[in-house]
């Protein structure tokens, strides 16, 4: 029996799952964030050229640990001609993530920024769902 060839669907499930957050290394961000002037630390969690997705460790000494997935997604690429159907893909995006419970934010250079604070035991699931919904054809996780 032939191997079947891997569908839209498994390829984004893979390269979301070699994204996945090291959460061994989530200590060494929580120092960093200890010790920074601003008491906050940031790492990317993956990026291609119309998106980056990373997660914001806040440690103030006066207050609990938090943590946020900060997405930034480019709505309209630099110098192209805008499409429906690109459009349409990033309208998908940014439904899905305020419908998860993201804010957002818009800048003057057509990025958006998507914020949202979660606990720690939700970190690793969050940013796989967020890519696989950011890298998906259609803007929608199947």
């Not at 609990?64 to 309209?76: D, Y």
């Not at 940014?94 to 934010?105: C, F, H, I, P, V």
Request: aromatic share 4%; with cysteine.
């Amino acid at each position: 029996m032939a191997d079947k060839a891997p569908t839209d669907k498994a390829e984004d499930e893979t390269k979301a799952k070699e994204e996945s957050l090291d959460l061994a290394g989530l200590g060494s961000l929580i120092s960093l964030a200890r010790s920074s002037e601003d008491h906050e630390a940031y790492r990317v969690v993956a990026a291609r050229d119309h998106f980056r997705v990373g997660l914001v460790v806040n440690a103030a000494p006066d207050a609990p640990i938090s943590f946020r997935i900060e997405v930034l997604l480019q709505i309209l690429a630099k110098d192209t001609q805008p499409s429906i159907a690109d459009l349409e893909r990033m309208h998908n995006i940014l439904e899905n993530l305020t419908k998860r419970g993201y804010s957002l934010d818009h800048h003057d250079s057509c990025w958006v920024t998507c914020e949202r604070a979660l606990v720690v035991d939700d970190i690793d699931n969050e940013c796989l769902a967020v890519i696989a919904i950011v890298q998906s054809k259609k803007g929608v996780r199947t």
